[in-house]
């Protein structure tokens, strides 16, 4: 398995989280990286009509834009009950449950290995707030001083 770019890393985070928040169904993530030239994570997630899956993807295209992060492609065939969207390094496929059932990609896929969702899903650590410099245990904070009348 190769190394992965943090960059990878935190999208996979980002698109699991966006489609946490979104109500997605059985959502998986796949390391391919050892199977794949052309990605390093597969994301599976099901939604439950052809309007939510249209929601996850602009979910999703919020949170890879807001990345920074260039779209590769989409595939968006209406009704097919399967949308791709293609981050390079990062491939989601959004299912309707049938279509899911019937392409089985997380067999078609099986010598990757799994992550783990719960950990992708934690929300990111935040940066230790800056203590203040002091003056001989005192604040460095200046009070405001009064004008004179």
């Known amino acids: 398995m190769k190394a992965h770019t943090a960059a990878a890393l935190e999208l996979v985070k980002l698109c699991a989280r966006a489609l946490d928040e979104k109500k997605a169904g059985d959502l998986r993530v796949l390391d391919v990286s050892a199977q794949s030239s052309i990605t390093d994570f597969l994301v599976l997630a099901t939604g439950t009509s052809e309007p939510h899956l249209r929601?996850?993807?602009?979910?999703?295209?919020?949170?890879?834009?807001?990345?920074?992060?260039?779209?590769?492609?989409?595939?968006?065939?209406?009704?097919?009950?399967?949308?791709?969207?293609?981050a390079f390094d990062v491939m989601v496929h959004l299912f309707m449950p049938e279509i899911r059932r019937k392409y089985q990609l997380e067999q078609l896929w099986k010598?990757?290995?799994?992550?783990?969702?719960?950990?992708?899903?934690?929300?990111p650590?935040?940066?230790?707030?800056?203590?203040?410099?002091t003056v001989a245990g005192r604040s460095a904070k200046r009070k405001p001083t009064r004008k004179a009348k």
Do not use: F, N
């Not at 992550?115 to 929300?123: F, I, K, N, R, T």
């Not at 650590?125 to 410099?133: C, D, E, G, L």
């Open 111 to 123: 010598d990757a290995v799994e992550v783990a969702v719960p950990g992708l899903l934690a929300p």
């Open 125 to 133: 650590k935040k940066a230790a707030p800056r203590k203040r410099a």
């Open 55 to 86: 929601a996850l993807r602009v979910e999703l295209e919020k949170v890879i834009d807001a990345s920074g992060t260039r779209l590769v492609g989409m595939e968006l065939a209406q009704a097919s009950g399967w949308l791709v969207v293609d």
